[in-house]
């Protein structure tokens, strides 16, 4: 081969490898909804398939997808996540973890191994609905847990939202008597 040859495809087998590289990192997108079911079932925000689930894995699955939908981020519920492991094949559940949570990750063992991202919303897509009951729709019904047959699901993390800030009275009093004194300035200097 000549050394024009050996160029060119060394020049296209860079390109591939550039356009290998560029969709891999479109591979770990997660996919976004929001699915809602009828009450009390909660809505599905998105789902992916994690390489590895983990708390670390699940949180950046979680606000990748908060981020994709323009919703605040998330953290781990206390810090920990509180993973609960669910044993057998349970395909759809109802389950009280026993505190306040915003969002769940459910894991989906098998070969269509999926992370599916819950609200706890009473399928109303807003929080202020929920009910910290976790409650997911039937395996099967799209796009929760759609292998053949559907597979069982394997743990529960949970996460919170930010905390809903109430400014306090002595802020408020401060905020204004602030305003009422810029006005009093104001009018001072216009006449």
């Not at 356009?19 to 479109?26: E, F, R, T, V």
């Not at 894995?57 to 920990?80: I, K, Q």
């Not at 395996?139 to 529960?156: C, D, K, R, V």
């Not at 802020?171 to 006005?183: I, Q, R, Y």
């Amino acid at each position: 081969m000549n050394t024009k040859k050996i160029k060119m495809l060394t020049a296209m087998l860079g390109a591939v490898l550039i356009m290998l590289g560029m969709a891999a990192s479109g591979w770990a997108v997660p996919v976004t909804g929001p699915w809602s079911y009828s009450p009390p079932t909660d809505s599905i925000l998105g789902y992916e398939s994690l390489d590895e689930a983990n708390e670390a894995t699940e949180l950046a699955f979680v606000n990748d997808v908060l981020t994709a939908l323009s919703m605040p981020s998330a953290s781990l519920y206390n810090g920990t996540g509180a993973k609960v492991d669910i044993p057998g094949d349970v395909k759809a559940i109802s389950y009280t973890p026993g505190f306040d949570w915003d969002y769940a990750v459910v894991k989906v063992d098998g070969p269509n191994d999926y992370s599916y991202l819950f609200m706890d919303d009473n399928s109303s897509l807003s929080l202020l609905s929920g009910d910290n009951i976790l409650t997911t729709p039937a395996a099967g019904t799209f796009p929760y847990n759609m292998g053949n047959p559907p597979l069982g699901i394997s743990h529960i993390t949970w996460f919170v939202g930010p905390p809903t800030s109430v400014p306090e009275p002595a802020t408020m009093l401060l905020l204004g008597s602030g305003l009422v004194g810029l006005w009093v300035l104001r009018r001072k200097f216009i006449k």
